[in-house]
């Protein structure tokens, strides 16, 4: 078990560039989480997963945003146009059931639009 | 919509106890949990507590719950200089975590 991984480590973009972000939760996991988290400030819940069904999804996400988590592995974070508010640490994290044992976060992806 | 709220910064002395507390607002909240945040680090977990206890205690580190109150507490005994670091309080509601924007712990020599 080599826990939640989450590539790449860093992007940095031109504002109205495209970017994707790649989770791996742990295996055995089946709700995957996307986090948003700005300098100061606690992670803002954006959408989640169980197995592959994508069951809520934040209003902060703006129709810019779209997750995928084909077969209930690994999941895709795009962001389409950036715009500089989009600069944050975008933090994905597994749990196998709510709950309990806590959320495992992986490292994040930071992104910062320019 | 549902709130957790925490103290920005505490700040103690090396070997003494660390008491960060937290508020929250949804009283269905099944899991309260404490992350810690190191910088350039993500989240992790320290430990968390259900709803049902009133209290936790894993090594140096004790949680209180005051159910009625809805105050959750995270005590550090024997603060060391490794435990330097943004302390947050998250509750679960419905589909998703409630955070507080964190506690940054300042320890003084």
């Known amino acids: 078990d080599t826990g939640v991984s989450q590539n790449p480590r860093h992007k940095i973009t031109k504002r109205g560039q495209n970017v994707t972000f790649r989770c791996d939760p742990i295996s055995e996991h089946n709700r995957l989480y996307w986090y948003r988290q700005t300098l100061g400030q606690g992670p803002e819940f954006l959408t989640y997963?169980?197995?592959?069904?994508?069951?809520?999804k934040s209003r902060l996400l703006s129709d810019r945003f779209s997750a995928e988590r084909p077969k209930g592995s690994f999941s895709t974070l795009e962001i389409q146009r950036t715009e500089q508010g989009d600069s944050a640490m975008y933090l994905c994290?597994?749990?196998?059931?709510?709950?309990?044992?806590?959320?495992?976060f992986g490292s994040g992806t930071r992104l910062t639009v320019v | 919509g549902e709130d957790v709220e925490q103290s920005l910064f505490l700040s103690v002395r090396e070997g003494d106890s660390s008491v960060i507390n937290c508020t929250y607002t949804d009283s269905s909240s099944t899991y309260l949990y404490w992350y810690k945040q190191e910088p350039g680090a993500g989240l992790q977990l320290l430990t968390y507590?259900?709803?049902n206890m009133d209290m936790k205690q894993d090594q140096r580190l004790t949680v209180l719950l005051n159910k009625k109150d809805k105050h959750l507490s995270l005590r550090i005994a024997d603060t060391q200089t490794g435990d330097s670091a943004i302390y947050f309080c998250a509750a679960d509601s419905n589909y998703q975590l409630i955070w507080g924007a964190g506690t940054k712990l300042i320890i003084k020599p």
């Open positions: 507590i259900f709803s």
């Open positions: 997963f169980q197995n592959e069904a994508q069951l809520e």
């Open positions: 994290a597994s749990t196998g059931r709510e709950g309990s044992y806590g959320y495992t």
